[in-house]
């Protein structure tokens, strides 16, 4: 319980639940990454202290989502009890149900040849059958009911999205890596870009020093031939890419930068890009991975 005179916090809970195989688990990524706090599995008699500690958060855990797994009727009668603790704390939490016809449920059962969690040894059909009717209260409370049926994993993650996301949440942030080719590619990135078409400073004698960030490499990179131009078209470019990306729910997207040793061309490239893309109104952070390894 909270302490006298501590703050209270007003908390925005989301429980997610539904038939199992309906897309509890891309529900609750999609929540994640919308930047909700997201427990699975969640005993329904820990939702009010979980309540509590998101109050006592400091206004860090503002948004907290849990998934709820109803299997039995013990497990359901404790979610009762829960629901009823929280509206007595002041708290309304919002259900979101997932559902999807019998024979989509079946099928995607049948696809990964997992049993049903309540079939037993008996169908999948009869464990669909009993899961539908122990939850059927529970639905007719649900706020929000989606039925997965016809949808893919892109389809759900847009439905939640409009749902329970906001304006900044669907922006997108770009990690901007500078590398070394001979040091290997980065594994995560998304796009990929060669800066060895410009003149290496690393055989000017008094640039080898320095790295991409120092004015003078920075300078002597950005004035060779045709790097202006790359530079424009590709800011374009990623203008066009970066809308995409956001359309179809891809927040977080890495360009990697590379040059032979991570630590002239593709420093001040990215630094360059990095600043162009955030005068375009794009997130944007930058990494060198490999500066300093030489």
């Known amino acids: 319980m909270t302490e006298p005179g501590e703050p209270v916090l007003d908390i925005s809970l989301v429980i997610i639940t539904g038939m199992s195989g309906a897309g509890r688990s891309t529900a609750a990524n999609a929540m994640e990454d919308a ?8 005993p329904p008699e820990l939702l009010p202290m979980l309540v509590e500690l998101g109050r006592r958060s400091q206004g860090s855990v503002p948004r907290i989502a849990a998934v709820v797994d109803v299997r039995g009727r013990a497990f359901f009668d404790s979610l009762r009890g829960a629901l009823a603790e929280l509206d007595g704390r002041g708290v309304v939490p919002r259900i979101m149900f997932l559902e999807a016809s019998d024979e989509a449920l079946v099928r995607r059962f049948e696809n990964v040849r997992r049993p049903h969690p309540l079939q037993g040894d008996a169908r999948i059909v ?4 009993e899961e539908r009717e122990l939850l059927r209260d ?36 770009m990690t901007v890596v500078s590398f070394g080719y001979k040091y290997g590619l980065p594994v995560d990135a998304d796009l990929v ?6 003149p290496n400073p690393h055989w000017v004698p008094e640039l080898r020093p320095f790295t991409g960030t120092d004015p003078e490499v920075s300078a002597y ?24 990306y956001r359309t179809e729910r891809k927040r977080y997207v890495t360009l990697a930068v590379g040059c032979t040793g991570g630590k002239h061309r593709s420093v001040a490239i990215a ?17 060198h991975r490999d500066m300093g390894r030489e």
């Open 193 to 198: 870009v060669d800066c060895r078409f410009l």
């Open 126 to 129: 009869d464990g669909i059958a």
């Open 35 to 42: 930047g909700w706090f997201v427990v699975d599995n969640l």
């Open 138 to 173: 529970l639905r007719g409370r649900a706020d929000l009911v989606i039925d997965t049926s016809d949808k893919n994993v892109h389809e759900l993650r847009a439905e939640v999205d409009r749902a329970f996301g906001s304006a900044a949440d669907e922006s997108v942030t």
């Open 271 to 287: 630094e360059e890009l990095g600043s162009r893309l955030r005068k375009a109104g794009i997130q944007v952070r930058v990494v």
């Open 221 to 244: 990179v950005l004035t060779r031939p045709g790097a202006v131009e790359f530079l424009d078209g590709y800011t374009d470019l990623l203008k066009v890419v970066t809308e995409g």
